[in-house]
């Protein structure tokens, strides 16, 4: 099968799923390519950093710029090579032999065509932060797919991590679900949890439950050899939808000791 992967360019939150899902047994597949957007897509840089700036305070804010600055010079000197371990998605990507593309929104022309030349049975979207319109989810002849990290319908949105511990879910969720017109709607193929551990920020729990992504999306692909499609598993409990939180919110997370980094 030829997987194509939409993402975008996050040393921190984005590289686990990756590393994780490369580790693994990959024969038979052929990953054709892995197209990353801007991180946050066209999100205002302004309006990002204040979001940041609320979410993990001025010194939290320091300490993510700062993993993020020790990952992206790592990777610019080619530390990986030295220890054995990727610090970007494209150093991952190349030591692997597929083809990585910096790009912008995937639904615009020039992007679609390059993505539609790769001819992929499965399109996989991780954390794409573009909302991809009716073309590119039809391109693919098997499937498109997205892995959400909440246990859809409820959480859908934005910050699902944040949400899930906000609310003291003692697990968080992980979902492989087809593509719909709707974001995080379609038919779920796949669900799993990750039990939260005490006194885990945010930040790790994400990182963690990524490598767990990395795995359960390969499950799923295992399940589409032989041309056969999963059988969709329905959907149940409450549907509830989330943005990203309020200064008010964010103050009632750290209230009840929870932190984000």
Known sequence: MRITFLTQDDPLYILPFFQSFFAQDLRD???TGIFACRSMGNRKRSTLVREL???YGYFGLIKLVGMQGWQRAAAAFRLGSLWGESHSL??????HQVPYRRIGNPNARSHFEEIASHKPDILISVACPFILKR???ELPSLSSLNIHHAPLPKYKGMMPTFWQMYHGERSVGITVHTMADKLDEG????QQSVAVIEGESMHDLIRRSKRVGGKAMLTVLRQFEGGNKPI???PCGETSYFTFPSAAEIRTFRRRGLKAI
Do not use: F, K, R, T
Request: aromatic residues 0%.
């Open 29 to 31: 597949l052929e990953i």
């Open 53 to 55: 700036l609320c979410l």
């Open 90 to 95: 494209q150093e991952l990507a190349s030591s």
């Open 135 to 137: 073309p590119i989810l």
């Open 187 to 190: 038919s779920i193929l796949h």
């Open 232 to 234: 969709a598993i329905g």
